[in-house]
């Protein structure tokens, strides 16, 4: 029974960094309806060039995180630039694909930038796990849960409450209107790129100082975690993002415990399967599954 | 106040606008009428800035716009309606209104976060004000995509508005409505020249341009054929023969 408890905490904690990663495509994915593949790998090359101001000039941990967010944000908004803006609001296809070729790009960057397989990466709350009855709390884990509570509650308001928000509601239901209330698409689109990226910078940051090192495969991993838990939560959904983050968390977290590493993932997809056929709209996907058609029949 | 000075657009062969002239003065209605596929809508949309022109230029005050992009045209302050009803249906009415609100203040020279992240008491009073003219008040919370056609008629003109345009283009905004709804229309387009607006208004409803305009322009196989007074114009053998010629015929 402490074990099953434990391992759901510590699940919560590492699922908390999955839904962070989700927010950031869910904004992008799911707001804006396109995949961005290289999302992952734009958060990479910022936690590499962490790592360099790290390594090279043993910065602070307050340097790096402006280092890995501002790194990400830069990647991200270069893969909008170059495989999304030019890019029809139609052609998701030709957008999605590009975004893999830019994928490669980024990867063979950030083993010119630095070439050793694997760099430290500076670690956020060295101190000793707070101690709940039998059950131990990382501090850096309860951090990236705060981060990932706040985060979220952040972008709902920024999406569903701002001004900003409602105008990138408004590109997607009707971009051509959109120009012509004096919107500027363009200008939008990139901000709701770069916005995503810094999430997801965060979220990048958080994930390695807790592991303290950081790979090429990083780009990789985040992508494929962000994917499976914006799936999960439900697209477009920003608790739903969160949602799917912990839920994945837990259940690897669990596999974890008792079948071991190898078969952690293998639950992982195989959540992702099922619940693909039994929920195609992930656990809170309604809402904006029935929102897009809206904006379609007014269109 | 705006002119346009040998306005061009071929779309492949099809000549649809071919060295149109036209000026509109500050502060009037001017009506453009024309049998379809006359080039109507696409001015408009030359006006607006939706595709680039073949030839020709668009003055602002003066100034030419024809190279800035749509969401630039519309903070000079023209702003326009579609024919095709696009509303932002999954945003509330008021949402719609507040997404195409101008400050009013230089583009530019305003706070980004006060712009995007909030509004201010002053900006969200003229959206409740705007909505009341339009009779829209008590559906301020629905989603547009749930009113009825008319209630999204006006919520269209509605938005135009909330962009605090000097000129209007009203593109068919009688489009599917009866009398009584353009009764209505014909009183609000009036008040808005009477606060200053400029208004284009491109209508099939012969009955209503005749009524409301101060001056008509008459497109035919995109070039105009006549401009002048409703009456002058309804005279006119051409326009007769081109347009109210085969509409009494129908």
């Known amino acids: ?299 | 106040m705006l002119e346009l000075q040998g306005l061009t657009k071929h779309f492949g062969g099809v000549r649809a606008v071919e060295k149109v002239d036209l000026s509109v003065a500050q502060g009037e209605i001017l009506g453009l009428i024309g049998p379809n596929g006359s080039g109507k809508s696409t001015i408009v949309n030359l006006i607006c800035g939706l595709f680039p022109l073949t030839d020709g230029r668009v003055l602002l005050h003066g100034t030419d716009i024809s190279d800035l992009p749509p969401h630039a045209r519309v903070t000079l302050g023209i702003a326009r309606t579609f024919q095709n009803i696009r509303l932002f249906g999954q945003l509330t009415v008021w949402q719609n209104l507040w997404v195409a609100q101008n400050s009013g203040e230089q583009f530019g020279q305003e706070n980004f976060l006060r712009r995007w992240l909030g509004g201010s008491r002053r900006a969200r009073g003229e959206i409740d004000r705007t909505l009341e003219f339009f009779d829209l008040a008590h559906k301020s919370d629905e989603l547009a995509a749930n009113l009825a056609f008319g209630e999204q008629r006006r919520l269209e003109f509605a938005r135009a508005l909330a962009a605090k345009p000097s000129l209007v283009l009203l593109d068919e905004p009688a489009a599917g409505m009866n009398a009584e709804e353009i009764d209505q229309l014909d009183r609000r387009i009036r008040m808005l020249r009477d606060d200053g607006v400029t208004i284009l208004l491109i209508e099939h409803h012969v009955e209503l341009v005749m009524s409301v305009a101060d001056r008509i322009a008459v497109l035919n196989f995109g070039q105009k054929i006549a401009e002048g007074a409703p009456a002058d114009v309804q005279a006119n053998p051409l326009v007769r023969e081109a347009y109210l010629g085969t509409a009494t015929a129908a």
Request: glycine share 12%; charged share 10%; aromatic share 8%.
């Open chain 1, 1 to 299: 029974m402490i074990d099953f408890v434990q391992n759901t905490i510590d699940g919560v904690m590492i699922g908390a960094s999955y839904g962070l990663l989700a927010l950031g495509f869910t904004l992008i994915f799911g707001v804006m309806r396109r995949l961005n593949l290289s999302y992952g790998p734009s958060i990479m090359i910022g936690a590499y060039l962490g790592t360099l101001i790290y390594v090279q000039f043993s910065a602070g941990p307050v340097a790096v995180v402006v280092m890995t967010v501002l790194g990400a944000v830069l990647a991200g908004i270069y893969v909008e630039r170059l495989c999304f803006a030019p890019m029809a609001a139609s052609a998701g296809i030709a957008s999605m694909v590009s975004s893999f070729a830019i994928w490669m790009q980024l990867e063979q960057a950030a083993i010119l930038i630095l070439p050793r397989h694997t760099y430290p990466f500076p670690p956020l709350a060295t101190g000793a796990p707070l101690e709940l009855g039998p059950f131990l709390l990382r501090i850096d884990h309860l951090m990236m849960l705060a981060c990932a509570l706040l985060l979220s509650a952040g972008v709902q308001y920024v999406i569903y409450r701002s001004r900003f928000g409602l105008a990138l509601r408004a590109i997607i239901g009707n971009p051509v209107a959109a120009h012509l209330v004096g919107i500027d698409v363009k200008t939008s689109v990139m901000l709701a790129f770069a916005g995503a990226s810094a999430v997801g910078g965060i979220a990048g940051y958080l994930v390695l100082a807790i592991d303290q090192q950081v790979t090429p495969m990083f780009g990789m991993w985040a992508t494929m975690k962000g994917l499976i838990a914006m799936m999960i939560g439900g697209l477009g959904s920003i608790p739903g993002a969160i949602l799917g983050g912990l839920v994945l968390g837990v259940v690897e977290a669990h596999s974890l415990w008792h079948f071991g590493p190898q078969v952690r993932d293998l639950v992982a997809y195989l959540l992702l399967f099922a619940c693909l056929v039994l929920r195609p709209s992930g656990i809170l996907g309604d809402a904006p599954a029935a929102e897009t058609s809206i904006g379609r029949r007014s269109a």
